[in-house]
């Protein structure tokens, strides 16, 4: 698939089909992800590939907080579903520790931000579906996956099969008068 035009036409995916993810699949997607850019190369991200049933539900079980959604008019998370029925959660964390902080500027986000980017587009190519999903039960989570205090979490990536084929539009983008400037600010 040509690069822009799996920019343009990757979409978050949030229903998937039984089929399974073939382990070569999976196995090329982490690979793309290894290759991302990071702070001094220091690749502090780290991922747990969840594959159990029971896990996964407790996953999409866990992706609901109130707070947040309410204001959307969402009573969960759009994404809960799907995280039970991908063949595959990808939990995608961060060792804070393994990069760097520079005037408030917490690099590790930054790290796992393109390397979850690499991760979506990469499912896109290899004719996969994903969503990036960024709100979940922080604690709970941990606790599940044994994630240590130290490690962040950072999202968390349904992948499989899309249950619709159908190609979606998906959300508008602001207008490039909205987000570049010329030269200076404003
Ligand atoms: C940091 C981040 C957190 C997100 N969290 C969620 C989430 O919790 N649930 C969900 O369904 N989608 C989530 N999304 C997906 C966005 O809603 C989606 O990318 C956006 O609406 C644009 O749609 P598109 O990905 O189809 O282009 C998240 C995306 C990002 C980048």
Avoid at 49 to 72: M, Q, W
């Amino acid at each position: 698939m040509e690069l822009f035009e799996a920019i343009r036409n990757r979409r978050s995916v949030r229903r998937f089909s039984d089929r399974p993810v073939e382990d070569e699949k999976l196995q090329a997607l982490l690979e793309a992800v290894r290759m991302s850019p990071s702070w001094a190369n220091m690749q502090c991200w780290r991922f747990v590939v969840v594959r159990d049933v029971r896990t996964r539900e407790t996953i999409s079980e866990l992706s609901y907080v109130e707070s947040f959604f309410a204001p959307k008019g969402y009573k969960v998370n759009p994404s809960k579903k799907g995280l039970a029925e991908a063949p595959v959660v990808i939990v995608a964390c961060a060792d804070p520790s393994q990069s760097g902080v520079i005037w408030d500027q917490q690099y590790y986000l930054t790290d796992t931000g393109i390397a979850s980017q690499t991760l979506m587009l990469a499912a896109h190519g290899l004719g996969l579906g994903t969503v990036f999903v960024g709100v979940f039960d922080d604690p709970k989570l941990r606790g599940l996956l044994n994630i240590p205090p130290g490690i962040r979490i950072v999202g968390l990536f349904p992948v499989g099969y899309p249950l619709d084929e159908t190609k979606k539009e998906g959300p508008p983008r602001k207008p490039m008068s909205e987000i570049v400037f010329s030269e200076k600010w404003g």
